[in-house]
């Protein structure tokens, strides 16, 4: 009886304060238990049939009890109810008459307000809602008043119990708050319990959220910004979804956090104070994004971005009278890969290769195929990226890496690739062309290709040219023997000489003739371009301004110490510059001189190692047997093609000597 | 781990919206392994690879050789291994060897003088050797047993590890 009693209790509850809960209960019931729904809510019914019949008595008393209260009669017959009714309804009728128009309208408007006002009161369970209201002010103020009865006083709030409340329910999201500072997890935990069971008040768990991350987002120093990363890192699985506006701006906010921590860790005074100015920039964007946004929180993120920017420009200002005082010099220099077109201040020189290409391309009738090739390290790829910069607005290169998987996948993948490149290259010069789908290339590819290719001549202006550069175009080779490269060569030998608006120019280390006749039968008529060594007058301004900053000074000695070492030879310039600029930091000083070279052309010569395995596997056994001679001053064996193989490649000149004292070095050490 | 010609093409141009914003770098560790699976990494993979580093992705690899004596040379275009900046690594200098001992460690009781000067003197700025000491020592500390023992077991520790550990010192 007790636990029928309980349970009528439970139910009771359920439905009035969670009816979606006893809706589920219900239906799990009906899936895990009962055969068939009919016959479950059958049964269901009958259990709960006292339980109404009790309800139901206990109403008629109470509206016995009102009734008898106001003196109206207790007589509760069906006979009397019936003429009760009857003579309502003629009552009513004779009233309305009678009342007419005197009363119609009054008593309309009277009930058109009383009804929903009666409707919106009880449904909306509105006779409660300043009740609930001091519960969970009771509840916030207990949590205040005494942390470690947090959890109890979350039990007194009504929206752990209560689903039914419709209005906004005042100091949620703050107790909400609160719990993260006793518990975070458990606190976690009841916003995700109140997005997922009390949808109505979804919005306080939305407000407790953004409010935990403002929070986490607070710091007093910038040290404290590094650390925000894994403070906020509970923002990943989120237990509700986080509004737009900060889930655009929580990865700039790690972004910045990430710079701050590099800052931290790094040791020079230089990089320090670039990896602050990386992180102002970000803020900067950050706060820029906020201001122009329309969102409900995007003032609250925004006044957290403030703080941080004050903290980091705080910070900056300080640093940088330590990098005004110290002596470390930036150091722009890169060996390794090309140099990027916004890295220009590092690229010197090769005035020549574009007044070549433009010469060969500005006024001729027939345009013709380019073939920019010169020795490994020399630099081609960092002039391909340099051109948009270097050629005239008349120019459009797009530059093809051949090494991209895509130029040996296949025909379409090719193509497909050709096509991207062609459009970006268009792109910069404000032409916008819409670049074709692998889809579209699937059948028939070249003819597609072509009437793309008629239609982006069509849109360019008149004087411009697109310049086609295949960078590493040797790798094509794979394409050959695949089979379907061939194709692809007399496409580009047969079409693009016809092209008015299309330039080719292939880039490599080798030229046609290296490579054999498949490129020789098809391109032997291509312009030549060769690129190898800057020139003194073309070193000089690298060395000495790469970038504005750059206060390093050399003697005269050290300057042509570094010229007589590389010759010019890009790769090694830069090297030899990467490694003086390091050795002289760790000195602290700021003038080289022709000793600190020597130390540096040593470490280039361990740093740049690949470079010049790359220089001995090239030479093949052959040239590694006469450069050994070479080096020893013994005669070299007679071997005229390597020996040419190696004159074309830069190593040794007509006279059979080295050209790069590096080199002689590097190969005198390897060869002891 | 093994890259078919599609997957290579596609994550990374999948990826390649983010390195307009972002500077990735993949890192590589015990490099050698790749030239022990020659068939699943073949030249088209490190093609790819020097692609993508052309293109604004770092990679950092760490290798006992240098690359060109663990990748193919392969074709005529340029080979994989030759935009890398070879950067050698030795031992810990004085400073940072100090710093590793010193460093304060939650809920690690600080080493002693004592114990800081035995350790540095054991590990002679190796890094692995001052781990094994520094672990030899807290162990010792845990199960009261002398420095000594620590000690002791941190040089035959070394010398499993390393054979030739300990020569010309």
Redesign the interface.
Known sequence: MKSYLLWLLRQLYLIYFCPTRFEREIESLHIHGARSRLSYSFRYFVKMLPWIVVLSAVGIIINWLCFEGFGLTSEWKWPVVAKGVAEGVAASVVLGVAAGVAFGVTASVGVGVAVPFVFWFVYFRLLTYPLDTMLSAIAYFMGRWRQDILAQAWRICPVSWNEVIWLPLPFVSKLLVLMTQRNREESFRQIAFVTAERRLQRSAALKALLKITINDLHAESVSELSNITEKLSWTIDAPIDLPVELNTSLPRFE?IAQHVEQYHTLNGMYRKSEALKHAIDEIEALQKSLITIHRKFAPDILRAANEWRRLLEEEHEQIRIYVDSSKEIPNPFI????V?ETEYNVFTGRKDIVIQIEESVLGAIQLPMLLLHGP??MGK?SILNQLPRLLGPDFAPAVL??????V??SLT?LLEYVSKAISIGLLRRRVAVQQLTHTELEHEPFSIFNKWLDSVEQIMPPNMRALLCLD????L??ALDEGWGRKFLDYLRHTFQYRSHVVIMFC???TFE??GPEWTDRFISARRIRVSFLTQNEVLPLLTKPIPEFDMTYTQEALEAIYCATNGQPFLTQ?VAFELVQFLNQQHRKNAEIDDVEKAITHAL??????F??VW?DAGEDGQAILRAVVKDDIPPDFPSARTRLREQDILNNNGEFIVPMVKRWVKKKTQ | MAFK??N??VVP?HLQKPWKE?HPILCLDEFEEFKLRRNEFTH?FF??L??Y????MSIITTSQK????LTE?G?????F????????LGVFSNEDAKDFVNLKRPGIEPFTPKERSEILKLANRHPLALNVACFHVLESKRSNESLIVAMQRAEDDMHAHLPGWGKGR
């Open positions: 972004r060996f390794g890969n090309p990027t490994r390290r790829t890496d051949c090494q991209d998987p895509a040996t996948g993948t590493e175009y040797e790798r080779k794979y490599g280390s080798h290296e490579l090297a361990v740093s740049g190692g690949e470079y395995a790359n596997y | 010609k599609p290579v093409y141009h972002q088209d093609s790819a020097r692609s580093g052309q293109r604004g240098p690359l060109s004596e040379q074709d005529s275009s340029s080979p291994y030759n935009t890398f900046p070879i950067t050698k």
